[in-house]
């Protein structure tokens, strides 16, 4: 029977060099700028007065294309900017315009989320027959 033989020093080699690349890629996403969501994209908080709030600081909407392509932001990010329930639909349009302008066509404007509670639905929910469930009738 053959004695086992020593690994070949090639394998080792690129075994090394691929843990180190996957180390380096694990790395280079951890340095991601403050801001930074997954998906290539930006998120920006609007603040009272019109201002906007992105990577920590808070500026006027004209200054705001020149933030994001200092943050390294492209064409096919997508800016998420974060708005009240009364913010002014004119206001939305404006820095839509001011970004569009500036090559940034990827906007989307999100409100905060409407909590319910589940007693708030139990009343709601409907059985087979359109019929509130509370009161249909039971089945054989």
Do not use: W, Y
Not at 7 to 25: D, E, F, N, Q, Y
Not at 49 to 70: D, H, I, Q, Y
Not at 84 to 98: D, F, K, L, V
């Amino acid at each position: 029977m053959k004695a086992a033989s020593a690994i070949h020093p090639g394998t080792i080699r690129r075994a090394l060099l691929g843990g180190l690349a996957c180390v380096s890629l694990a790395a280079a996403g951890c340095g991601t700028a403050a801001g930074r969501i997954p998906g290539n994209a930006v998120e920006v908080r609007m603040q009272g007065r019109g201002l906007l709030a992105v990577a920590g600081e808070t500026l006027p909407p004209s200054r705001l294309p020149r933030k994001l392509k200092a943050m390294g932001a492209g064409r096919d990010t997508t800016i998420r900017i974060l708005v009240g329930e009364q913010t002014p639909r004119s206001s939305m349009a404006a820095i839509a315009r001011e970004l569009a302008s500036a090559g940034f066509p990827k906007i989307l404007f999100t409100r905060p989320r409407r909590a319910s509670s589940s007693s708030e639905l139990s009343g709601q929910t409907r059985g087979r027959s359109g019929t509130s469930a509370a009161t249909a009738p039971p089945r054989p």
